[in-house]
């Protein structure tokens, strides 16, 4: 069944082997220093097909060499974490014998170069990391960050990646049920796409990708190979220059069609017991999905290509162990059930070879054409991959606020509408109508609140998802930007009454060897920690995106967050008021604009520090919400947020189609205006309860107002529901449709 190796040959007298020079070792991405490391470790000169595969291993994408040492400060376990970080995605036990499995990852550098198949790709590839585990994709999210709207590119790229992200989602038929997009120059250059997505499996069929067992069949399957994404993943470890058309061959090309075919596939061969261990080939393709087997699993992989199904003639080794070519997968089976396993992938389409072995020597063999083209240390393929300590300097202090900032503006209903018609503070509506939202018919609830609620079959049990960050806090103090980031998320799940259970990351910043750069990431990862031990909310999976900049400009620091939860379908909670309902705010009225969206849009600048963020209010506060939720005290809940009290209001209003009067105190424009943080804007029929819920628990709940009537009234202004829905929805669209 496995074909015998051709014969063995020296790599290093390989005749028709171009010359290694540092040229061409730096154009692979690789420092003298690393390269001299490697050369160490193989005892030789290595074959161009060997610098290309520890090009791959070792760049910032794959190895994680620059974040690693701060990555591992990050809690990772808890009572429900089945599988953190180090697998294809995280894994959290749920109950009922069934587990939620999710990650986010970028596809920034692609969705800029071409951005219908960049952000289309990324969403195919966080697909394929779910179902390579076992579990059924249920929702995809996004997280998307795009250049200013002047910006001559900005246009084409929100176009096309929208497309992609959507066409993609669509076809494969998975609900794109939330996400983010935002605006910010510091993107001009280097558009933001982060995808998430999420899938159910039973806690007894989890698929690993570690080998087991010696000479067993490592098998291909999925579409065939070809020269797109030859070096994606050197690309997503390198900064930008203006000019990136150098860089198209890198960009991989995605079929949603074959993706599903291949979901099924892949679970179906799973449920045969034929699986050993599964690996997608992502970035890196055949490269590292064949060295993380191996290595994870203590064996080596000994390679054929000339059995690998390629659809373009006379590839190289080189290139097919670097090509990322989509909608693939390397795995190992039990040969007792190669029959059934080829029965499978005929009934579904997909090509299929046995392309190699496991082997007890620990190394990663090449053969094609008769030739050895590679004989290296598996294990040091990863284990052995530099890691630096890079050094970061003190953030600066932001700029400070003046009274000119604190000043309240000229007509306060003007200066809502502006905030609500603006382009991120507008509504989404032209994005997330592009998507399927609701295919599967489990979704309750998809964009538009502050999680998305996906319904787990017929039974009561729900996942809450959404993902969050807020850039301008990051990049004003690192610490408190990653606190606030996973706070938020916190909040986001405990709004619609989920207890929240884990987290996934996707970690967007500049290059790392800045030292002012490196500060932010450290600063955030602190942040992000602290929150997470304090809320019990662990990191269970994650991907780090660093060197987004272009021409030495980099995007503002962007951790962003996906988090899921679980609640009961009946006592889902929604933003969506009702006349007559009495409203309050959880934790008080606020008194923080630094760095707030206000400040942005009216001032021209986050300026100031950001909203502080205290985790033991944060806990007591969401506690707090979720048992009144649970409790039958409250029928409308928001969390207040980029905009303040002015945004979640507005938002809250047009969701039900009711206006509301704000009784505010003094300087109405910083209540509306402030982003304090673990707060809540909560509706109720029955006020009384609730208020002595909240003295009994030792809440702080102040009265907001009235639900009722077709306007926003707030103390020297008052704003009519048609007059902020037509704000609310004119941007986007307008902006989308501009000629020039």
């Known amino acids: 069944m496995i074909k015998t190796a051709p014969e063995e040959r020296n790599p290093s007298v390989l005749n028709d082997e171009p010359q290694i020079t540092p040229e061409l070792v730096a154009r692979h991405g690789l420092t003298p220093e690393e390269y001299e490391r490697f050369v160490g470790l193989v005892g030789r000169t290595p074959t161009l097909c060997e610098l290309g595969i520890v090009s791959a291993m070792w760049n910032e994408h794959c190895s994680y060499k620059s974040s690693k040492p701060w990555l591992k400060t990050l809690p990772t376990e808890g009572p429900h974490v089945i599988h953190g970080p180090g697998e294809n995605a995280g894994v959290v036990d749920i ?5 939620v499995v999710f990650k986010m990852e970028s596809h920034n550098h692609p969705s800029y170069i071409e951005p219908h198949q960049g952000a ?64 910010d120059a510091s993107y001009d250059g280097n558009c933001l796409v982060n995808a998430m997505a999420v899938g159910i499996v039973k806690t007894d069929a989890i698929f690993l990708s570690e080998a087991k067992g010696v000479g067993r069949p490592v098998v291909y399957l999925g579409s065939k190979t070809g020269r797109d994404g030859i070096h994606g993943a050197t690309m997503a470890s390198a900064t930008f220059e203006s000019d990136n058309d150098t860089e198209r061959s890198a960009v991989q090309v995605g079929d949603p069609f074959s993706g599903k075919r291949l979901l099924e596939a892949s679970l179906e061969l799973m449920a045969t017991g034929a699986v050993i261990a599964i690996q997608d080939m992502g970035a890196a393709g055949l490269t590292s999905s064949a060295v993380e087997m191996g290595a994870k699993g203590n064996l080596g992989i000994h390679l054929n290509l000339d059995d690998v199904p390629c659809r373009e003639t006379g590839m190289t080794a080189y290139e097919m162990m670097l090509s990322e070519s989509q909608e693939r997968m390397l795995m190992v089976l039990d040969p007792d059930h190669w029959d059934e396993a080829q029965a499978i992938f005929k009934k579904w389409e997909l090509d299929s070879a046995i392309v190699g072995e496991t082997a007890d020597d620990l190394r990663f063999k090449v053969f094609h054409n008769g030739k050895q083209e590679a004989d290296l240390p598996i294990k040091d393929l990863g284990d ?87 850039p301008r806090y990051c990049f004003a103090d690192p610490f408190e930007g990653g606190k606030q980031a996973v706070a938020e998320v916190w909040r986001n799940l405990t709004s619609v009454g989920a207890d929240p259970l884990a987290i996934t990351d996707n970690l967007n910043f500049g290059s790392p060897q800045r030292p002012e750069i490196m500060a932010q990431f450290v600063g955030c990862i602190k942040g992000i920690g602290e929150a997470s031990r304090a809320l019990e909310f662990p990191v269970v999976s994650g991907n780090v995106s660093l ?34 309902d009495t409203l309050f705010i959880v934790g008080g009225h606020g008194e923080h604009l630094g760095a707030s969206l206000y400040l942005q849009i009216a001032h021209g600048g986050a300026f100031g520090p950001p909203p502080p963020v205290d985790l033991a209010r944060e806990k007591a506060h969401g506690d707090f919400v979720r048992e009144a939720i649970r409790g039958g005290l409250l029928s409308a809940c928001h969390d207040i947020s980029s905009g303040g009290l002015a945004m979640a209001a507005v938002e809250m209003a047009l969701a039900s189609g009711v206006g509301a009067r704000l009784d505010l105190p003094l300087t109405p424009h910083v209540l509306l205006f402030a982003e304090d943080q673990a707060r809540y ?6 006020p009384d309860a609730l208020m002595q819920a909240a003295l009994d628990a030792k809440i702080g709940l102040a009265p907001l107002g009235m639900a009722g009537g077709d306007q926003l009234t707030v103390p020297g202004a008052r704003v009519s529901l048609a007059a902020l829905s037509e704000a609310h929805e004119a941007w986007f669209p307008a902006y989308m449709a501009r000629q020039n």
């Open 547 to 580: 060197y987004n900049e272009t021409d030495g400009t980099a995007i503002l620091p962007t951790p962003a967050i996906g988090g899921v939860g679980t609640l009961d379908i009946h006592q889902r909670m929604g933003i969506a008021w009702k006349a007559g």
């Open 95 to 99: 109950g009922d014998g069934l587990a």
């Open 384 to 470: 052995e991959a530099p890691v630096y300590d890079r050094p970061h300097t003190t953030p600066p202090l932001p700029e400070p606020m003046t009274a000119a900032h604190a000043a309240a503006p000229a007509d306060l209903g003007a200066a809502i509408l502006e905030m609500v018609g603006s382009a991120n503070g507008s509504s989404r509506r032209w994005v997330t109508e592009q998507y399927d939202t609701v295919i599967s018919g489990n979704v309750a609830s998809g964009p538009g609140g502050d999680a998305a609620v996906v319904r787990l079959g017929d039974g009561p049990q729900a996942l809450a998802i959404c993902v969050d960050v807020t």
């Open 681 to 686: 804007v909560v509706a109720t029929d029955d």
């Open 120 to 183: 289309a790709t990324g969403v195919g590839g966080i697909l394929r990391d779910v179902f390579t585990m076992g579990a059924r994709p249920v929702a995809v999210l996004n997280a998307l960050r795009f250049g200013q709207p002047d910006h001559p590119r900005t246009r084409h790229v929100v176009s096309g990646v929208v497309a992609g992200v959507g066409g993609y989602g669509n076809a494969f038929g998975v609900p794109t049920v939330g996400g983010e997009t935002e605006f």
